[in-house]
Structures are given as structure tokens and as C-alpha cells.
């Protein structure tokens, strides 16, 4: 089952722009999460927020949570050709989902030089 | 560095072939995950363990088992393989409680 769902599908920017991409959840979680995957790669793990914070930051990456409104925000600023990838949400809830991860759609991302 | 190796990153077999896909984390986690990615419909969860010899179906167990003898070895098994199991393969290992997921490259499998 999905639960995350990321918005928009895809975007294309010029290098050296920022990159916002939205999740939105439908249920309550314990911490939200966001990957990236390079084409035909494994998911790498990129930040994770958990419920009793609003805001992160890790280098160039910025993620918001809102849990009233069930969604989240990654924000990658001075975007490089190399971020061009596929970002995943994925929220977990260690009682309804036992653990386990439940992942967006994903974003498609491609930075043009 | 640390990691999760899966065995192969291409693979075709044959339809009713009994099919292996093995996966190898070096961190000790607890949790392992296999999940099959297909296009449009994202990442679904097949099997999950929580500790050895422990297993829990995941979304779509249908056509799958999985083995974990050993705390750092999941197997993901197709008894019979169908060419509707042609798909992207991602295992997935992480500590209980919240830290995030590591990946493998993934085994890309075609069954024809």
C-alpha cells in the first residue's frame, strides 16, 4: 500500500537552482524519511524527520514536516547536474505499520548544466 | 564502508525456474527487506524479517518465500518463476527503531 505521495512527478531546473519537492501521508507517523535513487541504482537514505520536529537541515538538503497537514518538503538548494535522480518520501509508524516503510510514487528530478 | 550486497545485478531466467536472489548486510541490523520496484507503481514490500528465522509477509508475499538462517543473510526465493515477476529487486536492511533504511544496488530480473 502507498501512503506517501509525492507532488510534482517530475521537474526539470537549470543547475544552480533550487529543487522543492512535496510529500503528502494520510495516516500518523513516527518519523518521515527521504531517499534518492540514481537511475537503475539502490535507494540512498538522504534525511530523516521525526514527528516532534518541523525542520532539517543536512548540507545543501532542507526537509520540512507539517503533521497537521500530513506532508512534508525537501528543499535542495544550488542544485548541481549530479542531483539529477529519483527522491523518495517514505514514512514509517512503528505500531500501525510495524517497522516497516511505506513509500511515495517518487520525483524525478533532472538538473540541466 | 558499510553495506548490503546483493549477489546479482542482472539476472535472466527461465518461466518455472526456481529462482535465488541473495542479499548480505555487514551492519548487524535486525530489520532485512526485500521490495520489488516496478514503473508506475513505485516500491512494494514482499518480505520482511525482524530477526533470524523470523519472517513476515509484506504486501505482495504471492509467488515468494524468503530464508534467513543467519542474522546478515536474507534470501528472497521465487519457486516458480512467471514473467510477471520480471521486475527490479531492492533489499534493505536497518536497526529497529527509526534510522533509516540501507539499500542494495538492486538485481534487476528478467524472466522470459
Known amino acids: 500500500s502507498q501512503q506517501g505521495e509525492e507532488d510534482p512527478q517530475a521537474l526539470s531546473i537549470q543547475e544552480g537552482e533550487n529543487a522543492t519537492m512535496n510529500c503528502s501521508y494520510k495516516t500518523s507517523i513516527n518519523n518521515l524519511q527521504w531517499y534518492r535513487q540514481n537511475s537503475g541504482r539502490g535507494l540512498v537514505h538522504l534525511i530523516l524527520i521525526r514527528s516532534n520536529e518541523r525542520e532539517k537541515h543536512s548540507g545543501r538538503l532542507r526537509v520540512t514536516l507539517d503533521t497537521s497537514k500530513k506532508s512534508s518538503s525537501l528543499l535542495i538548494t544550488a542544485s548541481r547536474a549530479a542531483d539529477t535522480a529519483s527522491y523518495f518520501c517514505a514514512t514509517e509508524n512503528f505500531y500501525n505499520q510495524g517497522g516497516k516503510l511505506i513509500f511515495g510514487q517518487g520525483t524525478e528530478l533532472s538538473v540541466k548544466p | 564502508d558499510v553495506k548490503v550486497t546483493q549477489s546479482s545485478r542482472y539476472l535472466v531466467k527461465r518461466t518455472g525456474e526456481k529462482v535465488f536472489l541473495e542479499c548480505v548486510q555487514d551492519?548487524?541490523?535486525?530489520?532485512m527487506f526485500w521490495y520489488r520496484q516496478d514503473p508506475g507503481l513505485g516500491l512494494r514490500l514482499i518480505y520482511f524479517?525482524?530477526?533470524?528465522?523470523?519472517?513476515e509477509k509484506g504486501d505482495i508475499p504471492e509467488g515468494y518465500s524468503v530464508s534467513r538462517e543467519k542474522k546478515e543473510r536474507f534470501s528472497l526465493i521465487l519457486e516458480s518463476a512467471s514473467t510477471n515477476q520480471t521486475s527490479m529487486y531492492l533489499c534493505?536492511?536497518?536497526?529497529?527503531?527509526?534510522?533509516?533504511?540501507?539499500f542494495g544496488s538492486g538485481t534487476r530480473l528478467t524472466v522470459v
Open positions: 534493505a536492511s536497518s536497526f529497529l527503531g527509526g534510522t533509516g533504511y540501507t
Open positions: 524479517s525482524y530477526d533470524v528465522k523470523m519472517k
Open positions: 551492519m548487524d541490523h535486525e530489520n
